[in-house]
């Protein structure tokens, strides 16, 4: 059985374009993970402009040209090679699919975003626990009350995702996230979810609950899920996004964007 951690990017696109459909938190260690939405061209300014609002929540890490599938972040075939998609028309999530070769338009422009999966690493390097990993979950992700920056005809809410931290090591995983702004950075938040809306950790809007333990803090950072939350709120009638946790791994390696 092959080591998911010490796959290459194309080994493991291979994977999922022959039907594995999984998360991808702890794939292809030291490579960079990203999420992805495909929106008509008409609104690929609005989407840039919305990022350039929301800059934590969505920080754009590649664009394609209209109607492309690739990147050059990304040397794969972006309606195959990855491990899971969702299908939206006029704002509604439709179809959760395995491909969408035929679902793509020649007017999408792909945008790929960055992800906290990146830093990830870095936390374990660190000593920090990351609670979907031990468990081999999902990421739990969380819509908020607190609203992004509109820009053109796009408006939503700002998406989360939560890792519970042991409280002596909170200042840790601020300090350690903080040194990759470009995927997202330190916490929006620490400790009580009310504070951004949440009324239950048990129940994420996306991904797997996990267990917030006795002298644990849960930590909340901007997620990639943002701009479908957009998609959804702002009624766009057309889009595809990554499944949820089900990322692009890039050619790009995650050191790319640390800083200091």
């Not at 934590?56 to 972040?73: H, N």
């Not at 007017?107 to 031990?134: K, Q």
């Not at 930590?219 to 996004?241: D, H, K, R």
């Amino acid at each position: 059985m092959e080591n998911v951690a010490e796959l290459s990017p194309e080994r493991a696109r291979e994977r999922f374009r022959a039907g594995e459909r999984v998360p991808t938190a702890g794939w292809c260690r030291g490579w960079t993970q990203a999420n992805l939405i495909a929106v008509p061209a008409a609104l690929r300014y609005d989407l840039l402009l919305f990022a350039h609002h929301n800059p934590q929540a969505c920080p754009v890490l590649d664009v394609g040209e209209p109607g492309a599938w690739s990147t050059a972040l990304f040397g794969g075939d972006l309606r195959t090679d990855l491990p899971g998609y969702r299908l939206y028309r006029d704002g509604r999530p439709v179809a959760d699919l395995g491909e969408v070769t035929a679902e793509w338009r020649d007017d999408l422009v792909p945008f790929l975003i960055g992800c906290s999966f990146t830093f990830e690493g870095a936390l374990l390097a660190a000593g920090v626990p990351v609670r979907h990993l031990e468990l081999g979950t999902n990421v739990p992700m969380y819509v908020t009350d607190v609203p992004c920056r509109s820009a053109g005809s796009l408006s939503g809410p700002l998406v989360v995702s939560m890792r519970p931290v042991p409280e002596e090591l909170v200042g840790t995983a601020v300090e350690v996230s903080g040194r990759y702004p470009r995927v997202h950075g330190a916490p929006v938040h620490a400790g009580d979810p009310a504070g951004l809306g949440i009324g239950d950790l048990a129940r994420p809007d996306f991904g797997d609950a996990v267990e917030v333990r006795e002298g644990e803090v849960p930590l909340f950072w901007a997620c990639g899920v943002t701009p479908q939350a957009a998609v959804m709120a702002s009624g766009v009638e057309y889009a595809i996004g990554h499944l949820p946790g089900h990322m692009a791994i890039l050619d790009a390696r995650d050191d790319d964007y640390r800083v200091g």
